[in-house]
T-cell receptor
Framework: GAGVSQSPSNKVTEKGKDVELRCDPI?????LYWYRQSLGQGLEFLIYFQGNSAPDKSGLPSDRFSAERTGGSVSTLTIQRTQQEDSAVYLC?????????????FGDGTRLSIL | GNSVTQMEGPVTLSEEAFLTINCTYT??????LFWYVQYPGEGLQLLLK?????DKGSNKGFEATYRKETTSFHLEKGSVQVSDSAVYFCALSDRSGGYQKVTFGIGTKLQVIP
Protein backbone atom coordinates (compact mmCIF):
# COMPACT_ATOMS: atom_id res chain seq x y z
CA GLY A 1 0.00 0.00 0.00
CA ALA A 2 0.89 3.63 -0.18
CA GLY A 3 1.07 4.23 3.55
CA VAL A 4 1.62 2.51 6.87
CA SER A 5 -1.23 0.14 7.62
CA GLN A 6 -2.23 -0.94 11.11
CA SER A 7 -4.75 -3.56 12.17
CA PRO A 8 -7.10 -3.82 13.84
CA SER A 9 -8.17 -0.19 14.02
CA ASN A 10 -10.02 -0.89 17.26
CA LYS A 11 -9.65 -3.69 19.77
CA VAL A 12 -11.71 -4.26 22.89
CA THR A 13 -10.69 -7.09 25.16
CA GLU A 14 -11.01 -8.26 28.74
CA LYS A 15 -8.34 -7.75 31.33
CA GLY A 16 -5.91 -10.67 31.39
CA LYS A 17 -6.24 -11.56 27.71
CA ASP A 18 -3.36 -11.38 25.24
CA VAL A 19 -3.56 -9.08 22.22
CA GLU A 20 -1.60 -8.80 18.99
CA LEU A 21 -1.36 -5.60 17.01
CA ARG A 22 -0.07 -5.59 13.46
CA CYS A 23 1.84 -3.03 11.42
CA ASP A 24 2.58 -3.07 7.70
CA PRO A 25 5.21 -0.43 6.98
CA ILE A 26 5.74 1.35 3.70
CA UNK A 27 7.45 -1.01 1.28
CA UNK A 28 11.23 -0.60 1.36
CA UNK A 29 11.34 1.26 4.67
CA UNK A 30 14.02 -0.24 6.85
CA UNK A 31 13.16 1.52 10.12
CA LEU A 32 10.00 0.75 12.09
CA TYR A 33 8.81 2.22 15.40
CA TRP A 34 6.04 1.52 17.87
CA TYR A 35 4.63 4.23 20.14
CA ARG A 36 1.88 4.40 22.72
CA GLN A 37 -0.37 7.43 23.00
CA SER A 38 -2.51 7.65 26.07
CA LEU A 39 -5.42 10.08 26.40
CA GLY A 40 -4.09 13.60 26.71
CA GLN A 41 -0.49 12.42 26.63
CA GLY A 42 2.28 12.67 24.10
CA LEU A 43 3.91 9.77 22.33
CA GLU A 44 5.67 7.19 24.44
CA PHE A 45 8.40 5.32 22.54
CA LEU A 46 8.16 1.54 22.84
CA ILE A 47 10.51 -0.17 20.39
CA TYR A 48 12.53 0.51 17.24
CA PHE A 49 13.64 -1.88 14.48
CA GLN A 50 16.34 -0.97 11.97
CA GLY A 51 17.06 -3.45 9.20
CA ASN A 52 18.62 -6.63 10.56
CA SER A 53 20.10 -4.96 13.63
CA ALA A 54 19.06 -5.86 17.14
CA PRO A 55 15.98 -3.77 18.05
CA ASP A 56 16.04 -0.97 20.59
CA LYS A 57 13.65 -2.28 23.23
CA SER A 58 14.44 0.38 25.80
CA GLY A 59 10.92 1.81 25.79
CA LEU A 60 8.95 -1.35 26.51
CA PRO A 61 7.20 -0.71 29.85
CA SER A 62 7.21 -4.29 31.14
CA ASP A 63 8.00 -7.86 30.15
CA ARG A 64 4.35 -8.28 29.16
CA PHE A 65 5.17 -6.29 26.04
CA SER A 66 7.10 -7.77 23.12
CA ALA A 67 7.45 -7.13 19.42
CA GLU A 68 8.90 -8.81 16.42
CA ARG A 69 9.50 -7.92 12.83
CA THR A 70 9.51 -10.75 10.36
CA GLY A 71 11.48 -10.57 7.14
CA GLY A 72 12.29 -6.94 7.74
CA SER A 73 8.72 -5.93 6.92
CA VAL A 74 5.56 -6.65 8.95
CA SER A 75 5.75 -6.13 12.69
CA THR A 76 3.58 -7.49 15.50
CA LEU A 77 3.32 -5.94 18.95
CA THR A 78 2.10 -8.41 21.57
CA ILE A 79 0.76 -7.51 24.98
CA GLN A 80 0.30 -10.43 27.33
CA ARG A 81 -2.05 -10.51 30.32
CA THR A 82 -3.45 -7.09 29.48
CA GLN A 83 -4.15 -4.58 32.23
CA GLN A 84 -6.51 -1.62 32.22
CA GLU A 85 -3.56 0.78 32.13
CA ASP A 86 -2.64 -0.70 28.74
CA SER A 87 -5.65 1.06 27.22
CA ALA A 88 -4.27 3.55 24.69
CA VAL A 89 -3.75 4.17 21.00
CA TYR A 90 -0.78 2.23 19.66
CA LEU A 91 0.91 3.93 16.73
CA CYS A 92 3.33 2.42 14.27
CA UNK A 93 5.67 4.46 12.08
CA UNK A 94 8.27 3.68 9.46
CA UNK A 95 11.02 5.66 7.79
CA UNK A 96 13.09 4.97 4.73
CA UNK A 97 16.36 4.63 6.63
CA UNK A 98 17.66 5.10 10.14
CA UNK A 99 19.11 8.47 9.21
CA UNK A 100 17.99 11.22 11.56
CA UNK A 101 16.90 13.68 8.86
CA UNK A 102 14.29 11.30 7.46
CA UNK A 103 10.71 11.84 8.68
CA UNK A 104 8.52 9.12 10.06
CA UNK A 105 5.35 7.98 8.34
CA PHE A 106 2.60 7.00 10.75
CA GLY A 107 -0.30 4.61 10.55
CA ASP A 108 -3.71 5.59 11.91
CA GLY A 109 -3.14 3.53 15.02
CA THR A 110 -4.91 0.78 16.92
CA ARG A 111 -7.21 1.96 19.71
CA LEU A 112 -6.96 -0.64 22.46
CA SER A 113 -9.55 -0.74 25.23
CA ILE A 114 -9.16 -3.09 28.18
CA LEU A 115 -12.38 -3.79 30.08
CA GLY B 1 19.27 12.76 27.21
CA ASN B 2 17.32 14.61 24.55
CA SER B 3 14.11 16.41 25.38
CA VAL B 4 11.46 18.54 23.70
CA THR B 5 9.35 21.11 25.51
CA GLN B 6 6.33 22.64 23.86
CA MET B 7 3.57 24.82 25.18
CA GLU B 8 0.62 22.99 26.58
CA GLY B 9 -2.75 23.67 25.12
CA PRO B 10 -5.39 23.87 24.31
CA VAL B 11 -4.88 26.95 22.20
CA THR B 12 -8.10 28.53 20.97
CA LEU B 13 -7.97 31.09 18.18
CA SER B 14 -10.43 32.81 15.92
CA GLU B 15 -10.21 32.16 12.20
CA GLU B 16 -7.55 34.32 10.47
CA ALA B 17 -5.65 34.90 13.72
CA PHE B 18 -1.86 34.57 13.95
CA LEU B 19 -0.56 31.33 15.42
CA THR B 20 2.62 30.64 17.36
CA ILE B 21 3.31 27.36 19.12
CA ASN B 22 6.58 27.43 21.02
CA CYS B 23 9.01 24.52 20.99
CA THR B 24 12.42 24.31 22.62
CA TYR B 25 14.75 21.35 22.77
CA THR B 26 17.83 19.96 24.41
CA UNK B 27 20.11 17.63 22.51
CA UNK B 28 23.70 16.52 22.77
CA UNK B 29 24.29 16.20 19.03
CA UNK B 30 23.02 17.94 15.92
CA UNK B 31 19.43 16.83 15.60
CA UNK B 32 16.91 17.23 12.84
CA LEU B 33 13.72 18.96 13.91
CA PHE B 34 10.16 18.22 12.86
CA TRP B 35 6.59 19.36 13.33
CA TYR B 36 3.91 16.72 12.99
CA VAL B 37 0.14 17.27 12.93
CA GLN B 38 -2.52 14.84 14.12
CA TYR B 39 -6.09 15.35 12.97
CA PRO B 40 -8.88 13.72 14.99
CA GLY B 41 -8.94 9.95 14.61
CA GLU B 42 -5.82 9.84 12.50
CA GLY B 43 -2.13 9.12 12.91
CA LEU B 44 0.54 11.79 12.82
CA GLN B 45 1.52 13.42 9.55
CA LEU B 46 4.71 15.29 8.81
CA LEU B 47 3.99 19.02 8.57
CA LEU B 48 7.50 20.37 8.05
CA LYS B 49 11.11 19.74 8.95
CA UNK B 50 14.53 21.40 9.21
CA UNK B 51 17.76 19.48 9.31
CA UNK B 52 20.38 22.09 10.21
CA UNK B 53 20.75 25.42 11.92
CA UNK B 54 19.01 28.39 10.28
CA ASP B 55 17.00 26.13 7.96
CA LYS B 56 13.36 27.15 7.59
CA GLY B 57 10.76 24.46 7.06
CA SER B 58 7.46 25.45 5.50
CA ASN B 59 4.25 23.78 4.36
CA LYS B 60 0.57 24.73 4.03
CA GLY B 61 1.31 28.25 5.26
CA PHE B 62 3.09 27.01 8.39
CA GLU B 63 6.73 27.91 9.02
CA ALA B 64 9.39 27.09 11.59
CA THR B 65 13.05 28.09 11.74
CA TYR B 66 15.79 25.98 13.33
CA ARG B 67 17.42 28.32 15.86
CA LYS B 68 20.48 26.69 17.33
CA GLU B 69 21.41 29.69 19.47
CA THR B 70 18.08 29.58 21.30
CA THR B 71 17.50 25.81 20.78
CA SER B 72 14.05 26.57 19.45
CA PHE B 73 11.81 25.56 16.57
CA HIS B 74 8.64 27.61 17.00
CA LEU B 75 5.72 26.94 14.66
CA GLU B 76 3.98 29.94 13.09
CA LYS B 77 1.13 30.59 10.70
CA GLY B 78 -0.07 34.00 9.65
CA SER B 79 -3.78 33.23 9.28
CA VAL B 80 -5.28 30.05 10.70
CA GLN B 81 -8.35 28.29 9.35
CA VAL B 82 -10.92 26.06 11.01
CA SER B 83 -9.37 23.13 9.12
CA ASP B 84 -6.10 23.69 11.02
CA SER B 85 -7.74 22.44 14.22
CA ALA B 86 -5.59 19.50 15.29
CA VAL B 87 -2.85 18.48 17.70
CA TYR B 88 0.66 19.64 16.80
CA PHE B 89 3.78 17.76 17.93
CA CYS B 90 7.33 19.08 17.90
CA ALA B 91 9.99 16.37 17.58
CA LEU B 92 13.72 15.94 17.26
CA SER B 93 15.63 13.09 15.71
CA ASP B 94 19.21 12.20 16.52
CA ARG B 95 21.47 9.18 16.58
CA SER B 96 22.44 7.85 19.97
CA GLY B 97 24.19 4.59 20.80
CA GLY B 98 23.84 3.36 17.24
CA TYR B 99 20.06 3.91 17.17
CA GLN B 100 17.99 6.68 15.70
CA LYS B 101 16.24 8.33 18.61
CA VAL B 102 13.11 10.37 18.04
CA THR B 103 11.84 12.46 20.93
CA PHE B 104 8.38 14.05 20.81
CA GLY B 105 6.90 16.93 22.73
CA ILE B 106 3.64 16.45 24.57
CA GLY B 107 1.57 17.95 21.75
CA THR B 108 -0.40 21.19 21.59
CA LYS B 109 -4.07 21.06 20.75
CA LEU B 110 -5.22 23.89 18.50
CA GLN B 111 -8.86 24.78 18.13
CA VAL B 112 -9.83 27.39 15.56
CA ILE B 113 -13.31 28.81 15.83
CA PRO B 114 -15.19 30.53 12.97
Amino acid sequence: GAGVSQSPSNKVTEKGKDVELRCDPISGHTALYWYRQSLGQGLEFLIYFQGNSAPDKSGLPSDRFSAERTGGSVSTLTIQRTQQEDSAVYLCASSSTGVSNQPQHFGDGTRLSIL
Amino acid sequence: GNSVTQMEGPVTLSEEAFLTINCTYTATGYPSLFWYVQYPGEGLQLLLKATKADDKGSNKGFEATYRKETTSFHLEKGSVQVSDSAVYFCALSDRSGGYQKVTFGIGTKLQVIP
